[in-house]
């Protein structure tokens, strides 16, 4: 079960009772049918910070937690790209068809340059659009759909910006933000609180943005 988090209270409620109670009752039945399920379940959120902002109840993450794996968002294990750029290609051969068979250095290279916020679900839909794209046996760099990673988490592992797949650069948030920071310093000589003022935050905040952003 996918995003077992992200579902409706009252689904989450039907899916309680019934690992609670090992019955279930079709649409418009009256008796109850015992089942015998193993339930193995996904969420993208923290299963406690879920079940504190009451997206998540806690009698079902109790039900469902009795092994747990967590596994690292796909930024901080690079060396999964490849095999799982592998995985994909063959998946979308056989499902169209096309003599697509590997991938370019160069364009395997630019993977594991994004910050992939969106894990391996969006790696999967960048190799499926960049599948389609490809006139050849392998995809290139060319064939790869324009991404621009704008988290601060990005900029942060990877300095002067994330770059976008097979596409010039394109200035992120985090580098629009900063350079406005530096504009404001400049245009009052660096004066932080007149520069506060002319961006309209806080000083603290003014602060807190130069230090990240290394102004000093």
């Known amino acids: 079960m996918d995003e077992i988090s992200a579902l409706t209270p009252e689904t989450q409620d039907e899916i309680l009772r019934v690992l609670s109670a090992g019955t279930v009752s079709p649409v418009g039945a009256a008796e109850q049918y015992p089942v015998s399920v193993r339930l193995s379940a996904s969420t993208h959120r923290d299963p406690q910070t879920a079940v504190t902002q009451r997206q998540l109840r806690a009698d079902l993450l109790d039900r469902v937690r009795n ?6 968002p796909l930024r901080e294990r690079f060396e999964d790209i490849a095999p ?3 995985h994909f290609i063959s998946v979308f ?6 003599p697509v068979y590997g991938i370019s250095e160069e364009a395997l290279n630019a993977l594991h340059h994004f910050h992939w916020p969106g894990n391996v679900r969006e790696l999967a839909e960048v190799i499926e659009e960049a599948f389609s794209n490809s ?3 392998i995809i290139t760099l060319a064939n790869l759909p324009s991404l621009t990673d704008t988290g601060d988490a990005a900029a942060a592992d990877h300095p002067g910006g994330p770059q976008p797949l097979g596409q010039p650069h394109i ?4 580098e629009l933000e900063r350079d406005l920071i530096q504009r404001a310093l400049e245009g009052t000589d660096g ?3 007149q ?3 002319l961006l309209k935050i ?3 905040k003014l602060y807190a943005r130069m230090k990240k952003f290394g102004l000093g």
Not at 67 to 72: D, R, S, Y
Not at 171 to 174: C, G, Y
């Open 93 to 98: 051969r056989e499902r169209s068809g096309r």
């Open 84 to 86: 799982l750029v592998e």
């Open 191 to 193: 004066n932080k609180v």
């Open 67 to 72: 092994f747990t794996i967590e596994v690292p």
């Open 171 to 174: 200035a992120s948030f985090v």
């Open 135 to 137: 006139g050849d046996h």
């Open 202 to 204: 806080s000083r603290k």
């Open 195 to 197: 520069a506060a003022k």
